[in-house]
């Protein structure tokens, strides 16, 4: 007799805790919602704002989907955002939605409603590791009735994950090597060709860096070669006097320092409507990611890359 | 203290006032520590320092600031990689540092909605002693122990420490010359059943373990849910936080102190095979004495505790991992659980829990320090008895499960506290006893000495991984994120050579020279390396409990939070599920620390002189043998000391 009842209590507890977690999660919680609820969770390893479920189990090999989030015009959702790893942050400009803070342990729930169709950029706007440049998509707002458009999922298309360090043999592969591993090319383009939109931004478009060289006054091949070679010896680029090889060594450094400072420091992007929401993208400070040395790397390949294009535009010729 | 006889040996000194003695013995030791404080140290400069900090996963660098009491403190902070908060204990300052920016966002405590972005933190050093940084944001799965080190100088409580620690042996000496004899034996003990009818009651329960492992039971499901669906970050799933904090902190301090084994009653882990052997939860078979037919008997050679020791080993090796990821602490602790189950099939009684669970080891060892005990109320009673139910079983109850004759028990380490005896002794001669702290006093195999000597080196590797400021050696251990196997080897080498060969040799040594000191070889050096080892007993729990203090003051919060929201899915069941990160007391730290340290080196220097008396025939080889030993044991807490205050 009290083996019987000891025997259904013990199996009570082994189906009921189970049962229990699955009854509250499934229909105690979302009761208090009128509207529809969307999970987003934010996977800084995988780059992505997912809208599978992260859990213990699949954290640590799976590829998340970025999430492509449908809602229909006029629809109230509440978004519910969660981190399964580090501290993110998701803002959607062009909605006036965010940037919403996302603290690992901590649901933040925003309610929105969408009212103009369209498909519109999100990103995660606060720096969450390698994938960071990665962990953006796409909302897409249909007006009812009409077949919701699916854009392609940002992906790390362009990310290099298996490459090594080539070290500074080449300077200007090494900084090749970084402009990818370190996700400015997201922004900044392939071959630094620019041409990113950035929504509310007064140039509309991140810069682009193909044209270094010329900025730089470094228009003669003799000049860029003399100055890749300064670089590559580590020369003071404070002191005018180790770079007199080069022709207006002053005009050329004050240029390359500035260019480094801006590397190093970073550069909030301007808006081009004052009453507008702030830029999603703008230029990270890298002084506590990428020495000194690395930077220098990251110009010599801007540098080099002027000499593609002009080698590009002179061959048709001949 | 009445009745305490001391008997007076062959050159025994004038006996004096216990309480002059005592006081004495007390100034040496205060001696020791305010001597160490006046010691020359820094002038209060009131300089300006300036330091440039960045986080990393899962260190600062620096991660050791010094600075002088009464400096002025200039911080720049900075990320390298994800958000990193800067939460500085003393100064209840919080910073909230994001990668890729100049300036990082202060504010007063964490979570507090008042931060304003800055790009230095200017704070005056106006309190001595060590203070850490700790990350305030989680940043992945190391975070709980991501932190470094502001000395101000003078560190008097680390000055204090270390000079107490080192007036303890000359106290001591102070104390056995002037005690003018041989320390007795006393038979101090209190029948907790007798007196305290209600407890008598309970413990003859037949539904008592069945109660007790049922609350564990539905604990360990919910566990292993939430390890495998819940949150990935550990700090937010209530496996890491309830096991890995809270249950090893309570096990640590308050149910192996006082309760000796009375876990292994709860644990859920032996649940299915007993029942599988008995199939009764509560009742018992009729044929109770003859059950174990067709099952086999665990092979001679592995019926010790070194399996135990060599899965301790391993489990620790990988503990960084084990203890941040909740799916391999699910993984883990179910393989465990069906493990036992499997053994319990195939063995005898708790095959598994004897010989193979990795925490019995330690709990076998510790439970020796145990302020309770089950014991025979009169052995007389026991050595004529012919039934010998308490082993064999009877109709009152099942038959030791721990395969030990509790009528013969005369230590802790193997007593799983089931308290069967209690219900099977037909003569109601078993009971439970309080007794002083530490009161058993033999290691009998070598395999319980090198436990010992193991604990010792985890808690000194596990001080340093964990709660230490070097991101290197965090980035050893956790292996399966960082993937440096060079790391991971050299990590994973230190703790077995540690604790198998480093720490095992220097006690051996100083043994061999206790043993040539006493010019007598009356005792063999492996009965000393043995007995001796003794008094790494409350000197290692002590050493535990100063490391699970950090444990529990830091990560608090972590446990209210995921008592509210189990499985990081957002729940709020009890409304403390936003509670903000924010350390218990966090300055008290290092005191509760010493305080413990230095007990458990008193305790140990006591136990010692037992032991040494018990196996030497006179006063002064006594001393000689032991000095190397406690000699080493002062030097082991003294390193504690270092590692937590310096």
Known sequence: MKNGIATIVVLLVLAGVPSLVWVYQKFCRPLHYAARVIDITGVGAAGAWTLERVSGLNYWWKPFEPATIHLWRGEQVVLRFQSADVFHQFYAPALGLGPVDVDPGHTREIGFKAEKSGVFQYYCTSMCGNCHFYMQGWIVVTPAGEKPVSPRPITCSLCLPDADDPGDKDLAVQGEYLYRAMGCVTCHGIAGNGGVQNYNYIKETVPAHNQTAAKLFLTDEEDRRMFLARIRQEADPGDVNAWQDISRPRLVLDRFNAAVALIEQGKAAARLDMNGPDPPLHMPAWRNSLSRKQIHSIMAYFISLTEEIEEQEVSPEV | ?646
């Open chain 2, 1 to 646: 203290m009445k009745g305490r006889r001391i008997c007076a040996g062959k050159n025994a000194l004038p006996r004096a006032s216990k309480t002059a003695r005592w006081t004495v013995a007390l100034l040496i030791v205060l001696t020791g520590a305010a001597g160490s404080c006046l010691l020359p140290g820094p002038a209060s400069s009131g300089t300006v320092q300036r330091f440039d900090i960045k986080a990393t996963q899962y260190s600062y660098a620096p991660s050791r600031i010094v600075v002088a009491q009464g400096d002025e403190v200039h911080l720049r902070l900075s990320s390298g990689d994800v958000v990193h908060g800067f939460y500085l204990e003393g100064q209840d300052l919080n910073a909230f540092i994001y990668p890729g920016r100049l300036q990082f966002n202060l504010s007063r405590a964490p979570g507090s909605p008042e931060s304003v972005p800055v790009e230095e933190v200017i704070f005056k050093a106006d309190r001595f002693g060590k203070f850490r940084y700790r990350c305030s944001v989680t940043c992945g799965t190391l975070h709980p122990f991501m932190q470094g080190e502001l000395i101000v100088r003078p560190n008097y409580p680390f000055r204090a420490g270390m000079g107490a620690a080192a007036g303890f042996l000359p106290a001591w000496l102070f104390l056995i010359a002037t005690a003018g004899g041989l320390p007795q034996t006393r038979r101090n003990r209190y029948d907790l059943l007798r007196s305290v009818p209600l407890l008598g009651w309970i413990a003859r329960r037949r539904w008592l373990p069945f109660a007790v492992v049922l609350p564990g039971l539905a604990l360990f499901v919910l566990f292993i849910i939430a390890g495998f669906w819940g949150s990935p970050i550990g700090n937010r799933n209530i496996l890491i936080t309830f096991v890995w904090i809270l249950w090893w902190f309570l096990l640590i301090t308050v149910l192996l102190p006082f309760g000796s084994r009375i876990w292994c009653m709860a644990c859920p882990f032996p649940f299915f095979g007993e029942w599988l052997q008995r199939r009764r939860l509560i009742g018992i078979r009729p044929d109770a004495r003859r059950m174990w037919r067709g099952y086999r008997k665990w092979p001679r050679r592995l019926s010790n505790i070194w399996v135990q020791n060599i899965l301790f080993l391993g489990l620790c090796t990988t503990s960084a991992i084990l203890v941040t990821r909740p799916v391999t602490s699910a993984a883990v602790l179910l393989g465990l659980a069906l493990l036992a189950t499997a053994l319990a099939a195939l063995f005898r009684r708790r095959t598994f829990c004897s010989y193979l669970c990795p925490v019995s080891g330690f709990l076998s060892l510790y439970a020796m320090a145990a302020v309770v005990e089950v014991r025979a109320r009169d052995p007389e009673v026991c050595r004529s008895c012919r039934t010998k139910s308490c082993a064999a079983g009877s109709a009152g109850g099942w038959g030791c499960p721990w395969g030990c004759h509790p009528g013969a028990l005369d230590r802790n380490n193997y007593c799983g506290m089931c308290l069967e005896c209690i219900k099977t002794c037909p003569n109601g001669n078993m009971t439970v006893n309080l007794r002083p702290f530490c009161a058993d006093t033999r290691i009998e195999g070598t395999d319980e000495a090198f436990k010992a000597l193991i604990m010792i080196s985890v808690a000194l590797v596990y001080s340093v991984t964990l709660l230490g400021s070097w991101g290197t050696v965090k980035s050893w251990a956790n292996i399966s994120e960082v993937g440096d196997w060079r790391g991971f080897l050299i990590y994973a080498g230190a703790i077995w050579v540690i604790s198998l060969a480093v720490l095992p040799g220097v006690w051996a040594l100083a043994c061999l020279l206790g043993r040539r000191l006493a010019g007598s070889s009356a005792v063999r050096t492996k009965v000393l390396f043995r007995r001796y080892a003794f008094m790494l007993v409350p000197l290692g729990l002590a050493a535990w409990v100063a490391f699970s203090i950090p444990l529990v003051m830091v990560n608090w919060s972590y446990i209210l939070a995921t008592a509210s929201d189990p499985m990081g899915w957002g729940w709020n069941l009890f409304g403390t599920a936003d509670t903000v990160w924010k350390p218990v007391y966090p300055q008290t730290m290092v005191y509760l620390q010493l305080v413990f340290l230095l007990f458990g080196l008193a305790c140990a220097l006591n136990k010692g002189f037992a032991i040494a008396s018990d196996l030497w025939p006179g006063r002064k080889e006594a001393l000689l043998s032991l000095s190397p030993p406690a000699l080493l044991c002062t030097t082991i807490v003294m390193g504690f000391i270092a590692l937590f205050a310096g």
